[in-house]
């Protein structure tokens, strides 16, 4: 595995010297894009806006539109306007990490310590396993900042980014309904159907079925075996007068 970035973590006047790594990797399917026409391979191109012409990535440069002219920045700009954040991941405080909503979070990376770090390491991980709480920092990554939070998760110490509190869209111009819509009857009955299918959450419990499900739809189709007739799934809507006695029904029903 290949890191994404190397530096350093530091809490108070401890520093920790690391790699970063993806934690995650896609479960979809890898699809290609093809012309329909032909099958021949569709391919993107870095072209000039002003020739039309191809570019070779080692040609392309990062700019700033600034009064209407661009600004060119090189790799070492960025470093420059924030050198310590560039290099390192500092924790300056401590929370709980159920005070962070989930829409925040985005992608998480595994953290692994250089070995002139591993008493470091391994201090953080238990101090934090300890407390449960979780560490947050910001730093650069791939030329912008990063607010981010740290907990250990077994041995590894992870690193999950957050959104900024401005990078949340608002909710103010949805149609929502207003709480007393929902009578303390149906109310009373949902909050039994909840505890009804409630359940520990066990994560190997799923899988991608949709991912698996279009595999064998592709190999069938190759090999001329796929069914003509698609299945169609009519979706039917609850109504106001029927709630109830849907929610009674729903009741009825055992949680598999």
């Known amino acids: 595995m290949r890191s994404i970035w190397k530096g350093a973590i530091s809490f ?4 920790i010297p690391i790699k970063l790594y993806s934690a995650t990797q896609q479960s979809n399917l890898d699809l290609d894009m093809v012309d329909s026409r032909d099958m021949g391979k569709v391919r993107f191109q870095r072209v000039n806006e ?8 080692e040609n392309i440069s990062k700019a700033y539109m600034l009064k ?9 700009d960025f470093e420059e306007a924030a050198p310590k ?3 390192v991941i500092e924790i300056d405080h401590f929370i709980n990490e159920k005070e962070i909503d989930t829409i925040y979070f985005e992608n998480s990376y595994y953290i692994e310590p250089e070995k002139s770090g591993h008493k470091a390491y391994a201090l953080l991980r238990e101090a934090l396993a300890k407390s449960g ?13 990063a607010l981010t ?8 110490l992870v690193l999950s980014k957050i959104r900024f509190a401005e990078e949340i869209r608002s909710t103010e111009d949805f149609n929502l309904p207003a709480r007393s819509v929902v009578k303390p009857s ?3 009955i949902a909050l039994a159907l909840i505890k009804q299918y409630s359940k520990t959450f066990n994560i190997k419990k799923y899988k991608d079925e949709y991912a698996t499900a279009l595999l064998k739809l592709i190999k069938a189709k ?8 698609v299945r169609k799934l009519k979706i039917v809507h609850s109504k106001t007068e029927d709630l109830m006695s849907q929610l009674k029904a729903s009741l009825s029903k055992k949680a598999s």
């Open 85 to 87: 954040k560039s290099k």
């Open 50 to 57: 002003e020739t039309g012409k191809e570019i070779k990535w």
């Open 186 to 188: 149906e109310l009373k």
């Open 222 to 229: 190759a090999a001329g075996k796929r069914k003509s007739k």
């Open 149 to 156: 939070v740290i907990k250990p998760m077994g041995n590894v």
């Open 68 to 76: 209407d002219k661009y600004v060119v920045l090189d790799p070492a």
């Open 133 to 145: 709480k979780v560490g947050v920092a910001q730093f650069v990554l791939r030329t912008a900042e």
């Open 12 to 15: 108070g006047l401890v520093n």
